[in-house]
């Protein structure tokens, strides 16, 4: 059975950085494209970032520059390393499975407040 | 960049069908998947590659894409399936994948 379980949310500064992360089960995140999607309180479902098997990597216009996606083989684990931070990147963050989202975590909540 | 537009909301009656639109420009040459997501819990992909149907989703639901609109159509439709539902597609010129901006199924 797959499973996700995202981690890493919280309340962090204007400017500050943040790791999450996404423990997966069922699956090897090596063997899969793999999606962080967002979603603002309130809000729509925003996509943030993916990156495919072959370890490139693509990024929502509106996160370029500023966060990464990663993976650890070994941990089976998928990564956003998100550096300055904005008081509108304040959502709950979701990892997904394939570019079709077949499966979903539970999200993570991340903050940015002064 | 691609757009993808949903109506802010459609409300239909217990039994009846119930049909969220997703317009997009040539979106029928791009592969369609739909999300259903209830409050306070994470969306689930309902049908996939525009028509599919993910295993444990009932036969109630059903999709096309055809031209700028793809369609998701949910026959007789029971009070559970209240939620908002976002259409989402993979733009290969931007490599972006988008989302719609989500309908709010109610029942009435």
């Known amino acids: 059975e797959v499973q996700l379980v995202e981690s890493g949310g919280a309340l962090v500064q204007p400017g500050g950085s943040l790791r999450l992360s996404c423990v997966a089960s069922?699956?090897?995140?090596?063997?899969?494209?793999m999606t962080w999607v967002r979603q603002a309180p309130g809000k729509g479902l925003e996509w943030v970032s993916v990156?495919?098997?072959?370890?490139?990597?693509k990024y929502a216009d509106s996160v370029k520059g500023r966060f990464t996606i990663s993976r650890d083989s070994s941990k089976n684990t998928l990564f956003l390393e998100m550096n300055g931070l904005r008081v509108e990147d304040t959502a709950l963050y979701y990892c997904a499975k394939d570019l079709i989202c077949t499966s979903w975590g539970q999200g993570t909540l991340v903050t940015v407040s002064s | 960049s691609y757009v993808l537009t949903q109506p802010p909301s459609v409300s239909v009656a217990p039994g009846k069908t119930a049909r969220i639109t997703c317009g997009g420009n040539n979106v029928g040459t791009k592969t369609l998947h739909w999300y259903q997501q209830k409050p306070g819990q994470a969306p689930v992909l309902v049908i996939s590659?525009?028509?599919d149907r993910p295993s444990g989703i009932p036969e109630r639901f059903s999709g096309s894409n055809s031209g700028n609109t793809a369609t998701l159509t949910i026959s007789g439709v029971e009070a559970g399936d209240e939620a908002d539902y976002y259409c989402?597609?993979?733009?290969?010129?931007?490599?972006?994948?988008?989302f719609g901006g989500g309908t709010k199924l109610t029942v009435l």
């Open positions: 069922g699956f090897s995140v090596s063997d899969d494209y």
């Open positions: 590659y525009d028509s």
């Open positions: 989402q597609v993979w733009d290969s010129t931007s490599d972006h994948m988008v």
């Open positions: 990156i495919y098997r072959g370890g490139d990597t």
